[in-house]
Every structure is written in C-alpha cells, then in structure tokens.
C-alpha cells in the first residue's frame, strides 16, 4: 500500500523547503544524542507541540527502524491495528514500512492484527516521520495503532511482543509512543493531571500509569501506546526515563483557559 499523507499543510508544512525550515528551528543540535530504548512525543501541529517534539527527537540516536505506537482518533479499523508492508509519502519523500520486523511483531502478539483502515486518517503516527526523516534519510518504521480501554494485559501482550521481536531481529530499533497528554482544560487542570500521568511513566509502572488515567479521569490520549511501549522496553533492559521538556499549547498562545498538554520522555538503560 502507498499512503499519501493526510495532515500535510495543516499539522505541518506541506513543502520540502518549509517543512526542512521549520524542523530545523525546532531542533536542538548541540545537544548529545543518547542511546535510547523508547520515547514519548507528542502528535499536536508543529506550532503547538512542534517544541516538545524537537526536544526530545534531538536526543535520540538514531537506530535503522523506528515501532512508532499511535492512538486511534477517527476508529476505524480494527482495535490494535499494524501495517506489515508499504510506503507512506511525506514532503520529505517516502519512507517505508520494516516488513521484516513488522511481520516478526505481528507473529509475537495474540491481539495485533495486520490492517490497513485505521492507518489511513490517523495523524498520530504521521507527524512524527517528518523529524525522523529529517535526521536519517533511510529510516524505516512499523506503524501501530492501538485503541484504548482496553485490559492492561492487552498492552502487556503487545509490549512483550514487540520486544520479542526486537530481540530475535537483533534489530538497531527504537520504541515511540505518540502521544499528547490533557486535552481542553485549564493550565492549572492539565498541569496537575499530567504530571500525575509523567510520575507513573518515569517510573515505568504502566499497570500505575493505566490506574491513574482512570481514577483522575485524564485526557491523555495515547496512554495505551505509552504503557505498551513501557512493558516492551522494561523487556528490553529499560531501568531510568527521563522527562525532556514539558510545556502546554497556552505556552504557545497565551492562552491558559482550554489547553492541551505535551511532554516528552526518554527511556534508556
């Protein structure tokens, strides 16, 4: 399958030369890479969460395949949904799926199920490929959507699939879950909600994580890519996260009345 992109011109830049520009002010090159297993990033416009994104993508070094975990936002296709071939278009080129470590994933889960419907709208897992292109022209991904509410066992599952995978590849890989946090609350609200949910992540308790969404009522939207991306990394040796930058979309307008907050974290050894 060929996917064209669906939020260019609108989440991001739809042209090579101005999508090139903007990356190149949202990242940070002075700083040092590091060796990582997984990290959080958000999914906003570029005007919004774009900052948070440089951030935490600028400290990465970078690996030959991306798992880029996403939440489902239109619902269409099935519940945990993996495209295990294609290509999808972006203004900096094409860049392809891991059919290899795809199809591994695919044959290490009880609940993914290889499907196409639920990749075709969704923008969670298509702004982050501008910024990995970006760094390294030749990056592959494998792209998952995940629905939440479901049981924390469902993300285990897939969390200890993926790591499987990654294990039996002996595959260069990285772990990215795509997420925002609060969504429309006030600064205050969204600052305390999500920083409740950024305590369970850089612990890396993702059964903490799936509690506090649910008792506290917050709107993180990918809290079940972030625990799935947990369970695979505490597979893959994970002992320390680290919370990169925090910031929320009325630190961009000035607007603190209906925010929507963005963190980014690494996870490493």
Known sequence: MFR?????????PGTRSFLEERIDDLIDRKTPAEDVLGVLAPHAGYNFSGAVAG????????????????????G????????????????LGDMEIDGEMAKAILASTSYLQKDEKAHLGEHSIEVQLPFLQYFKEDVKFVP???????????????GKGIAKAIKESNGKVVIMA????????????????????IEAILALD???LLKRIKEHHITM?????????????????????????????????????????????????
């Open 76 to 91: 269409l296709g099935q519940p945990y949904s993996i495209m295990a071939e294609g290509t999808w278009r972006t203004p």
């Open 55 to 74: 951030a935490v993508i600028s400290r990465i070094k970078f690996k030959d395949t991306f798992v880029i975990l996403g939440p489902n936002h239109t």
């Open 178 to 197: 795509s997420s925002d946090m609060s969504h429309y609350e006030s600064q205050a609200a969204a600052k305390e909600n999500d920083f409740k949910a």
């Open 144 to 158: 998952i959507v995940l629905m939440g509410d479901a049981s924390g066992d469902v993300y285990k599952d897939i």
């Open 4 to 12: 064209f992109p669906v939020v260019a011109g609108r989440f991001y």
């Open 206 to 208: 993702a059964d903490e």
């Open 221 to 269: 939207c990918g809290y079940a890519p972030v625990a799935t991306m947990i369970h695979a990394c505490k597979e893959l040796g994970a002992k320390k996260a680290e919370l990169v930058m925090y910031q929320t979309s009325g630190d961009v307008t000035g607007d603190f009345h209906r925010v929507v907050g963005y963190a980014g974290v690494i996870i490493k050894k």
